[in-house]
């Protein structure tokens, strides 16, 4: 007799499993492998000392399904199960997988309630048992709605409506009362109605089941559509968006270089004001002007405190300080401090011959020569340079 199944199953208990058929195999197996206990085939939910009325003596699988030879079943037994009295099935498993008993359920509930629960004096096990199809009509009625709920986040109600109405899931729903009666206690789960009528209950169920499945998996197809639209759409906002974020991260990065050269071009200016007013040589006017760049660059990285001043605003301000060294009409002239002591500047052999030769122009002839130098350019070309600073 088929007596387990794959799927995911709830014992008497509560506890939920998901049983696979490897699942099914390792209980056959830990059962066909030990002989020290041989499962009885008991009726209904059994204490210690219940009759057995039938020994099991092999299990085995297919199909998905565990199967159980039965032995030694007592003819009063046979004729129940023949008049139909005992139409259910339901085991019991040890933690270790370890076939208990299997049990026939008759048709109708307990008939004393509230009993507690029976105490066994073996180890813990899991209790399931099965009925007909009236079992999925409830269940299916609580997929359905919450396959609904979903469609409404997702979509609104004036589309899930369209695809799932809730007046069918009621109907569906209300077609199972009278029929599905759980028990305040987990010893049992009966059905209330005559076994005479089961059959014809059944059919009718069996029809209602396969519509609602028919209808299931049509609103299963209209849903996948309907997702890959959405995550297509999603899929298609979310590339406008990285196209958006590129663009205005492009245009920062202009807005910033644009701010960076037109600050760089007003220190040049600056540094040509200071030429002018004779602080600075003419040749040191780029060198500043990258020097200054690179502190403006390194400051974009660091952080700087209310009122601190920025290495770049100080060095503007220690030029801005410097002493005139030349007059704008090309006249060079030593500052107090400078001309204070002339005499470490040694006058050029070609001059030795010269009376009354100023040190200081010395010193220019100097400068004028290194900066021809530096440049590569003429003498003529550096001094030229020199009388315009």
């Not at 509560?14 to 009726?43: F, R």
Request: net charge negative; aromatic share 8%.
């Amino acid at each position: 007799m088929e007596v387990f199944r794959t799927g995911t199953h709830t014992s008497g208990n509560g506890i939920t499993k998901t049983y696979t058929e490897a699942d099914l195999v390792s209980i056959a197996d830990t059962y066909n492998s030990q002989k020290g206990h041989e499962a009885p085939l008991v009726i209904g939910h059994p204490d210690t000392d219940s009759p057995a009325f039938g020994w099991t003596k092999q299990l085995k699988v297919a199909g998905g399904k565990l199967l159980a030879f039965v032995d030694q079943i007592t003819d009063s037994v046979i004729d129940a199960i023949k008049a139909g009295h005992y139409k259910k099935i339901s085991i019991a498993l040890y933690g270790d997988n370890l076939l208990r008993h299997i049990g026939l359920l008759g048709a109708t509930p307990p008939a004393v309630k509230g009993l507690a629960p029976v105490q066994f004096s073996e180890a813990e096990f899991d209790e399931f048992a099965w009925a007909t199809d009236e079992w999925r009509v409830p269940i299916i009625g609580r997929v359905l709605n919450g396959i609904r709920d979903f469609f409404i986040e997702k979509f609104g109600l004036e589309v899930t409506n369209k695809i799932m109405n809730s007046e069918d899931i009621s109907r569906l729903q209300e077609s199972a009362g009278g029929v599905w009666i759980k028990q305040e206690t987990t010893d049992a789960i009966g059905f209330s109605d005559k076994s005479d009528k089961e059959d014809v209950m059944n059919e009718e169920m069996t029809k209602k089941i396969k519509e609602m499945e028919d209808k299931l998996a049509e609103q299963s197809a209209q849903f996948s559509e309907l997702s890959g639209k959405f995550d297509a759409v999603v899929a298609e906002s979310k590339k406008l968006a990285d196209l958006i974020t590129g663009q205005m991260e492009s245009a920062q990065a202009k807005v910033r270089e644009a701010a960076f050269e037109s600050d760089k071009a007003g220190f040049k200016a600056f540094c040509d004001g200071l030429a002018k007013e004779g602080k600075i040589l003419p040749a040191e006017t780029d060198a500043l002007t990258e020097e200054y760049a690179s502190l403006r660059q390194a400051e974009e990285s660091l952080t700087f405190a209310e009122g601190q001043a920025r290495p770049s605003e100080k060095m503007k301000e220690r030029l801005g300080k410097r002493e005139a060294m030349f007059v704008s009409g090309g006249q060079a002239f030593a500052s107090a401090r400078r001309a204070a002591d002339t005499s470490s500047i040694k006058v050029p052999d070609k001059f030795a011959n010269v009376k009354n030769v100023d040190p200081m122009s010395v010193e220019i002839d100097k400068q004028i020569r290194e900066y021809a130098e530096q440049h590569k350019v003429s003498y003529e070309i550096a001094a030229a340079e020199y009388s315009k600073a």
